[in-house]
């Protein structure tokens, strides 16, 4: 069978499995278009080359599946290098594909050229420039298998206009042949013993769950490693939901923001078991004065994760679920016993962390009259007042804090987030994709402003395409998490940070993008509002929280300092600038 | 090509360089040097000299990269290289387990063709092109060799230098490579 280089490549899309891609097309991606038209995969149409990039992402993390956006040539490539990196940094298997003037073209600056390849080198797994249309499926089958194995994380493949239009003999590949690519999934069984023994004798120990338990399927195995040794997690803001946050041996997020008690565990922990965590200074604080005494046991299926940051005692390279299985059945005693009893008393341990978590809840105050409303009243009722396994989307700042603080995650798969790049307009696209993927879930985006006002155009893509994601916007009228930086580290020398409250007005905003808009200004009207939001299901929702302009996010730890000098609220606010400064 | 790293170059020549030499198996495809440059920039690893040209199987080339490992895990570097798709495999050569060579070409003056015979001769070294006054001389020898010969052209005037940088392999006696990946 005879196809242009355009059909190969849409019907190597359908060969490997794609069900959905978000795209714009453009010049140079044009031949590929066409037969867009014939195939069984939906296309959703963004408006900005970001969104289908960021869409693309949302839908893998919902899925587990990879995420395909299509764009063209030269700008359409550059917008949609922040989704690359942003995917490369929270390894999500993506696969992105541009289009590219014609091969005579190329070095001579033709219109919208521009060396997409060597721009996204550096924010790719892998990348292609395909120069012979024969070779497309077999890129094709690469793409997806190197996007999805191993560490996952984003590929692209840059197809020139001339390519697309060349005929060739359509074959699909058996197999992909990487000799340069052998990731490595099955676990060492003496490292896994080693481990083991560890974990026996640790009177302190904390299971450092991250987001590589997510990418591993490996949420029921984690559950029942952490019940059976009886040992407490931190789940990474990666990995929120991989155990649930009503479970008693959770402790909750760690680091910058985390929970006083899954910070101050992980601080006087004698033995840190990581299971796809990547030691993040947003985790870490000043690595040299993290958890001074823990032994560390480093499960990464990215062995230059090992010693990158923290050099392990026991490194386990290998698949999460996998290692996780592997430790299950060296630690369980082979007369079906119960484990705890042949490891090290941590009675003592277990009643300080109690202490902790009674001494240190998270905590904030919304005044009984109702004003100022307060944005950790409005996550905590949306959490009340949503199903269980609703889908999280957070943008970055002080919005994505307070979302991941105070939502109860029990699912995994249920919060979407931008973790590694901190990527201000996430949430919007992020959230359309996870509808997409996830038609049947309520989805809602916890947005802030700023961020909203990065990528809110997208919601005219959700609502032509009937895509009913919900839009909670804590409007504080600044670039909140900043703000708080200039008022605790330059004196409340405000620069650059105020954008108004009303300007954008966010209600006729999302009703002149086909939304229903909703004004929320005090606390009585926040339920209400949810519950109005949850009845719309014919076009997205946004409502615009008008929040406490100076609330900031608690607990925080100062960069540079130590985990040991965390700042619990208010009270501390004094001390921040002697402790550290402001996070880069 | 000490001068990939920017910033990180300076600050490492202003102390004695810490050396190691890696060899990578490469596929020969368009762009493989540029991602392993750019891995090493974006990286912070210094390299201080590369060498690339295809083995015998022309589907592959060899690359014999000497980074000054200052502030650097030797390791990382080794992890992230195998993690380029197109790195076939890479591996350390201690030079107490390798040998080394480097090829060097330099105009100098030569109003005295037979004083600079005689430095180059020690070396091995042959005059390639020579006029009343100047001579191309070439040499091959051990790096530190080349160095050593290198101070002892300065006096005659050194017009022209270029180094290959340089290339090394296991010796035949050699222990099996440190650090082995992605066999």
Same mark, same amino acid.
């Given at each position: ?12 899309? +359908? ?10 097309? #453009? ?36 899925? #587990? ?38 091969? $005579? ?22 990348? !292609? ?130 929970? !006083? ?43 230059? +994760? ?18 996780? +299985? ?50 950790? !009243? ?34 995994? !798969? ?18 359309? #994709? ?30 032509? +395409? ?60 926040? @339920? ?48 921040? @600038? ?7 | ?10 600050? $490492? ?35 201080? $000299? ?18 000054? @490992?200052?502030?650097?895990? @030797? ?62 001389? $070439? ?45």
């Amino acid at each position: 069978m005879e196809l242009t280089g355009a059909q190969a490549l849409m019907r190597s899309l +359908e060969m490997s499995g794609v069900e959905v891609m978000f795209g714009l097309p #453009g010049g140079a991606i044009l031949p590929v278009y066409d037969p867009v038209l014939d195939s069984p995969i939906r296309h959703v149409l963004v408006r900005h080359e970001q969104g289908a990039g960021h869409m693309a992402q949302g839908y893998a993390h919902v899925t #587990g599946k990879p995420g395909v956006a299509m764009v063209t040539s030269g700008p359409a490539a550059t917008n949609i290098v922040t989704p690359l990196c942003d995917a490369f940094m929270d390894s999500i298997p993506m696969v992105v594909v541009t289009g590219q003037v014609a091969m $005579s073209a190329i070095g001579s600056d033709a219109f919208q050229e521009c060396d997409t390849t060597g721009i996204t080198m550096a924010v790719t797994k892998h990348n !292609y420039l395909v120069t012979d249309a024969a070779d497309i499926p077999r890129i094709v089958a690469e793409a997806f298998h190197i996007a999805t194995t191993g560490r996952p994380g984003p590929v692209l493949i840059d197809l020139p206009k001339d390519i697309s239009n060349e005929m060739m003999t359509w074959y699909w590949p058996d197999g992909v042949e990487l000799p340069g690519y052998r990731p490595r999934s099955g676990v060492d069984p003496a490292a896994i013993a080693e481990a083991a023994a560890l974990i026996r004798t640790a009177q302190r120990p904390v299971i450092y769950a991250g987001g590589g338990l997510l990418k591993a399927r490996a949420a029921e195995a984690l559950r029942e490693f952490a019940e059976m040794c009886d040992i407490h997690v931190v789940t990474t803001l990666m990995a929120r939901g991989v155990f649930p946050d009503r479970h008693p041996l959770c402790l909750g997020m760690p680091g910058m923001h985390g929970n !006083y008690s899954a910070v101050t565990a992980m601080q006087q922990a004698d033995l840190l078991i990581n299971l796809g965590a990547r030691f993040d200074d947003r985790v870490t604080g000043n690595p040299a004065h993290f958890a001074p005494g823990a032994k560390v046991i480093h499960v990464d299926i990215d062995p230059a +994760e090992h010693g990158k940051v923290r050099v392990p005692d026991v490194a386990i390279v290998g698949d999460a679920r996998l290692a996780v +299985e592997a430790l299950i059945a060296a630690l369980r005693p082979a007369d079906g016993s119960d484990t705890t009893a042949a490891t090290a008393d941590r009675s003592a341990w277990k009643s300080t962390i109690s202490g902790w978590q009674e001494q240190y809840p998270l905590q904030y105050d919304q005044p009984s009259s109702g004003h100022p409303l307060k944005p950790q !009243y409005v996550v905590e009722q949306l959490r009340d007042n949503t199903p269980d396994d609703t889908i999280v989307v957070a943008g970055v700042g002080q919005h994505q804090m307070w979302a991941s603080q105070y939502w109860k995650f029990d699912y995994p !798969y249920t919060w979407v987030n931008s973790g590694g790049l901190g990527t201000m307009g996430f949430a919007v696209p992020a959230a359309i #994709g996870a509808k997409v993927g996830q038609p049947d879930r309520t989805v809602w985006a916890v947005d802030g402003d700023g961020c909203f006002q990065m990528t809110a155009q997208e919601l005219i893509s959700a609502s032509a +395409e009937n895509i009913p994601v919900k839009v909670a916007i804590l409007n504080n009228a600044y670039l909140g998490m900043v703000r708080q930086w200039q008022e605790l580290f330059y004196a409340e020398r405000y620069s650059e940070v105020y954008l108004s409250a009303d300007h954008p007005d966010y209600v006729g905003w999302a009703e002149a993008m086909g939304c229903a808009g909703i004004r929320v200004e005090s606390a009585e009207e926040v @339920v209400p509002a949810i519950t109005k939001a949850n009845s719309i299901d014919d076009r997205p929702v946004v409502i615009d929280f008008r929040v406490d302009t100076e609330e900031k996010v608690y607990p925080m730890v100062p960069a540079g300092g130590s985990n040991d000098d965390i700042i619990l609220g208010p009270e501390g606010d004094a001390d921040a @600038v002697l402790k550290g400064s402001a996070p880069s | 090509m000490s001068g990939a790293q920017g910033d990180g170059a300076v600050v $490492s020549h202003a102390q004695e360089p810490d050396l190691h030499i890696f060899a990578a198996i490469v596929e020969n495809k368009f762009g493989v040097l540029a991602r392993v440059a750019g891995l090493f920039s974006r990286r912070g690893f210094n390299i201080f $000299s590369l060498a690339v040209a295809p083995t015998d199987d022309p589907a592959y080339s060899r690359i014999t990269i000497v980074v000054d @490992v200052h502030n650097t895990d @030797v390791t990382q570097i080794a992890k992230q290289l195998d993690k380029l798709i197109n790195v076939i495999n890479i591996s350390e050569l201690h030079p107490s387990d390798s040998v080394e060579r480097e090829l060097m070409l330099a105009r100098v003056g030569a109003v005295d063709l037979a004083a600079v015979v005689d430095v180059i001769s020690e070396y091995g070294g042959e005059v390639l092109d020579h006029t009343d006054d100047e001579a191309i001389v $070439s040499v091959s020898a051990h790096p530190d060799r080349l160095d050593r010969c290198e101070r002892q052209l300065r006096p005659f005037g050194l017009h022209v230098l270029q180094r290959t940088g340089r290339i090394a392999l296991r010796a035949l006696d050699a222990s099996e490579p440190a650090v082995g990946m992605a066999s």
